[in-house]
């Protein structure tokens, strides 16, 4: 990485392995989304307003989702990759962590101690369900928002470091 970045944090690799997604900071910048081209090592930077984190490639590589404040609280958007342009609000009162379903049919996100979900069609365009909640568990969300959960192979269980749960 150039030398201009102070930190890094990687969240997520394209289907296809071409890119990585990272969030990080250059001098004059807080946290933002960059993605590196792991063919040229090209960097692109993803300038937004606020702070930007946890960006996830969906399992087709055709979008992502990300979490910001840019609204004031934390929220989580999914953009079309790699244009960028438009912008799919996906968390309603607040959002974090979010992860696709293997399938790409779902995107889950944190709400405090919440597992929310939505559904998401891409049949013609991008369309989202509200968010329900799929449960409320006695783990706390990391406190940086980074990915502390995750969706096992099969779809039917979530896992985080210390427990297990079905769904």
């Given amino acids: 990485l150039p030398p201009t970045m102070r930190e890094t944090w990687p969240t997520s690799l394209s289907p296809d392995g071409r890119y990585v ?10 946290n933002d989304l ?17 702070f930007q984190r946890a960006g996830r490639f969906s399992p087709n590589g055709r979008w992502l989702a990300y979490q910001s404040d840019e609204s004031g609280r934390m929220e989580v958007y999914v953009r079309p990759w790699p244009s960028m342009i438009s912008k799919y609000p996906i968390s309603v009162d607040g959002g974090t962590e979010p ?9 889950f996100f944190r709400k405090n101690y919440s597992i929310m979900a939505v559904a998401i069609s891409q049949e013609s365009g991008f369309r989202v369900s509200r968010p329900t909640e799929l449960f409320r568990g006695p783990f706390p969300p990391d406190r940086w928002g980074d990915q502390s959960y995750d969706v096992a192979p099969d779809g039917r269980f979530f896992t985080d470091a210390a427990q297990t749960a079905a769904i």
């Fill in 34 to 50: 960059f993605f590196i081209d792991t063919q040229t090592k090209d960097i692109k930077h993803f300038p937004a307003p606020g």
């Fill in 99 to 107: 992860v696709w379903s293997h399938d790409g049919k779902e995107l």
């Fill in 21 to 30: 997604a990272f969030y990080g900071s250059k001098s004059t910048e807080v």
